[in-house]
Antibody
Framework: QLQLQESGPGLVKPSETLSLTCTVS??????????WGWIRQPPGKGLEWIGS???????YYNPSLKSRVIISVDTSKNQFSLNLSSVTAADTAVYYC??????????????WGQGTMLTVSS | QSALTQPASVSGSPGQSITISCTGT?????????VSWYQQHPGKAPKLIIY???KRPSGVSNRFSGSKSGNTASLTISGLQAEDEADYYC???????????FGGGTTLTVL
């Protein structure tokens, strides 16, 4: 059974770069026709899609975050990662990694990690 | 401000049916049949309950159903149960530029 696990620093200072990793177990990150995505949720607020990477390596980013986001894959480690630069307090949130259903709907995330809280504070 | 508009809250009694709306535009909900719904209990990750407007993933109760008319998608929960009390979010594909948008979420209270 596919499982995802986020890992990260927990606390980042303003203006620094946030780096999170999602480790995939029980399946291959190279399997075709899946999107792998990052979604975040500020405390008490709704879901915000950050970006996704397709099995082919194509990346897709939320236009409002695009200038600060990079998503990449490390197939040797079966992981994908999120880098978000120039963070502010507004980036404080629970960050989730997730995978879609097979076959092409980029928003049908059926497997999720448990989420990791990221706080931006000096 | 979310791209898709959902009511902030809905409520119903056990056994009743409720419907949550998700209003978008002709650039997302109105043109693509790629609408999903997620259920989220407090402190938990979201769970996919509807995809492609009206399809249910394996293991999801048939009490959950989805539909779409024009720029508005809807989630209906029939035979309300206490365990249905949660937040619900809609999503729509929005084309190659915006790519995807979420609704602001609806809190369902089972009275």
């Amino acid at each position: 059974q596919l499982q995802l696990q986020e890992s990260g620093p927990g606390l980042v200072k303003p203006s620094e770069t946030l780096s999170l990793t999602c480790t995939v177990s029980g399946g291959s990150i190279s399997s075709n026709s899946y999107y792998w995505g990052w979604i975040r949720q500020p405390p008490g607020k709704g879901l915000e899609w950050i970006g996704s990477i397709y099995y082919s390596g194509n990346t897709y980013y939320n236009p409002s975050l695009k200038s600060r986001v990079i998503i990449s894959v490390d197939t040797s480690k079966n992981q994908f990662s999120l880098n978000l630069s120039s963070v502010t307090a507004a980036d404080t949130a629970v960050y989730y990694c997730a995978r879609t259903l097979w076959g092409g709907d980029p928003g049908s995330f059926d497997v999720w990690g448990q989420g990791t809280m990221l706080t931006v504070s000096s | 401000q979310s791209a898709l508009t959902q009511p902030a809250s809905v409520s119903g009694s056990p056994g009743q049916s409720i419907t949550i709306s998700c209003t978008g535009t002709s650039s997302d909900v109105g043109i693509y049949n790629l609408v999903s719904w997620y259920q989220q209990h407090p402190g938990k990750a979201p769970k996919l309950i509807i995809y492609e407007v009206s399809k249910r993933p394996s293991g999801v109760s048939n009490r959950f159903s989805g539909s779409k008319s024009g720029n508005t998608a809807s989630l209906t929960i029939s035979g309300l149960q206490a365990e249905d009390e949660a937040d619900y979010y809609c999503y729509s594909y929005a084309g190659s530029s915006t790519f995807m948008v979420f609704g602001g979420g609806t809190t369902l209270t089972v009275l």
